[in-house]
Nanobody
Framework: HLQLVESGGGLVQPGGSLRLSCAAS???????????IAWFRQAPGKEREGVSC????????TVADSVKGRFTISRDNAKNTVYLQMHNLKPEDSAVYYC??????????????????WGQGTQVTVSS
């Protein structure tokens, strides 16, 4: 069983930056490198949407159009941690951010149902 814990959220002014972390623990078969990891977010009253993903063995990454050029996903396998660096934050980026993991394929996906393990989320609020 894989556990994911997000951290790094908080209150930031528009135009500011945050770095979210997703720390993985538990039964990591072959290490975190063999898991596809994604970040999703959910604002009040809205569907959970995919933000960015990184495939198994870092073969590919994907970033949603709404955050392209501002958000970057990366992985530190030695620390079993995946990061989401967020720059030029906007009020519409406010949401609970979740990380998720899967082993089912080598692709990078922003489709929720493809992910088997989820963290509890971390709140990001962008406001002046």
């Amino acid at each position: 069983h894989l556990q994911l814990v997000e951290s790094g959220g908080g209150l930031v002014q528009p135009g500011g930056s945050l770095r979210l972390s997703c720390a993985a623990s538990g039964f990591l078969v072959d290490g975190l490198d063999y898991y596809g990891i994604a970040w999703f977010r959910q604002a009040p009253g809205k569907e959970r949407e995919g933000v960015s993903c990184i495939s198994r063995r870092d073969l590919s990454t994907t970033v949603a159009d709404s955050v392209k050029g501002r958000f970057t996903i990366s992985r530190d396998n030695a620390k079993n941690t995946v990061y989401l660096q967020m720059h030029n934050l906007k009020p519409e980026d406010s949401a609970v951010y979740y990380c998720a993991a899967h082993r089912s394929s080598s692709s990078c996906s922003l489709v929720k149902i493809e992910y088997d393990w989820w963290g509890q989320g971390t709140q990001v609020t962008v406001s002046s």
